[in-house]
């Protein structure tokens, strides 16, 4: 049995405060944003929130990273600071601690409570790589709590990257991280469709077929599932999914996950994460696409009925 509210990984010190700087993106002030919109629609008594969690220190990025990007980006150093593609601050740096270890909690939450589905509103993993930042990324936070995970618990899992992006950072850190990243996060299992429209689609119904086999089989442990808003044709930067298609994307994650929870006779560990999305024009489509992923995992797998349908901008 599910809980009937998502656990929300959150605390304020994971967003960045100054809304002033140059950033093309807004993913730094993602989460503060997303949590007011939920807020604001009346949707956050849906969720529970979490905060009793620690940031993590800096030999929890030496798991996925060199000792000198690691170092020189906290220090502010170019070009390693701002290979991101961000402006650097001392609040901002401390703000990218406490976002990766959100991802890594709301993941090892679901893994010892699968009844709670565990949500960290974060991104900027993605493209992030051993040496260095990436598009709008800093650190592979990704590979970084999978890899503690398998370490600690030998647990093994799955990311379904809906974001409008290839997700390069699991990939590109499998040489620098060695074996137990392979282990941790077995190869075909960092799940990125490809095409658009019907062939994104089918790409990823058979990607899932996949990926439920293995979790059937216990060979999958637990599944993070980043439906990133800038996969919608309408974003700045993507253009795979019209808003049917997006969100019948979500349905199609969540109705593989209930099968597995009837199949196994237990609810499967599922954590969830925010990853892209690019509206300047009107960035409440981008935070409407999220509350509408997030309203589909409520009814589908926590028999709530939050009845919100998302508004989206044509651009």
Request: charged share 25%; glycine share 8%.
């Amino acid at each position: 049995m599910r809980n009937s509210k998502i656990d929300i990984y959150y605390r304020p010190e994971m967003v960045l405060n100054n809304d002033g700087t140059s950033n093309y993106s807004r993913s730094p002030e993602k989460p503060r944003l997303f949590r007011e919109f939920l807020i604001a629609k009346g949707l956050y008594s849906n969720f529970n929130e979490v905060s009793g969690w620690e940031p993590y220190t800096r030999e929890d990025f030496l798991a996925a990273h060199t000792a000198e990007y690691v170092d020189n980006f906290f220090a502010g150093i170019k070009h390693d600071c701002v290979s991101n593609g961000l402006e650097w601050s001392k609040q901002f740096a401390d703000s990218v601690r406490y976002t990766n270890s959100s991802l890594y909690h709301a993941v090892k939450g679901a893994l010892e409570n699968p009844a709670a589905i565990a949500f960290s509103p974060t991104s900027g993993f993605h493209h992030a790589r051993p040496y260095c930042g990436s598009g709008f990324c800093t650190f592979s936070g990704q590979v970084i709590a999978s890899l503690k995970l398998y370490r600690d618990k030998k647990a093994v899992g799955a990311y379904i990257d809906l974001d409008g992006h290839f997700g390069n950072s699991i990939e590109d850190a499998r040489e620098f991280a060695g074996a137990d990243l392979d282990s941790a996060v077995p190869p075909g299992f960092n799940i990125n469709p490809s095409g658009s429209h019907k062939r994104y689609i089918a790409d990823l119904a058979d990607k899932l077929k996949a990926l439920e086999k293995k979790a059937v089989s216990d060979e999958i442990h637990y599944i993070v599932f980043c439906h990133g808003a800038d996969s919608h044709e309408w974003d700045e930067l993507g253009s795979q999914c019209t808003t049917d298609e997006w969100l019948e994307c979500s349905k199609m994650v969540y109705s593989m996950v209930k099968r597995l929870d009837e199949k196994l006779g237990r609810p499967f560990p599922l954590a969830l994460a925010l990853f892209g999305g690019y509206r300047h024009d009107d960035y409440d489509s981008v935070l409407n696409l999220h509350a509408g992923d997030l309203s589909i995992c409520l009814e589908t797998l926590c028999g709530a009925a939050p009845n919100f349908i998302p508004s989206v901008k044509r651009r």
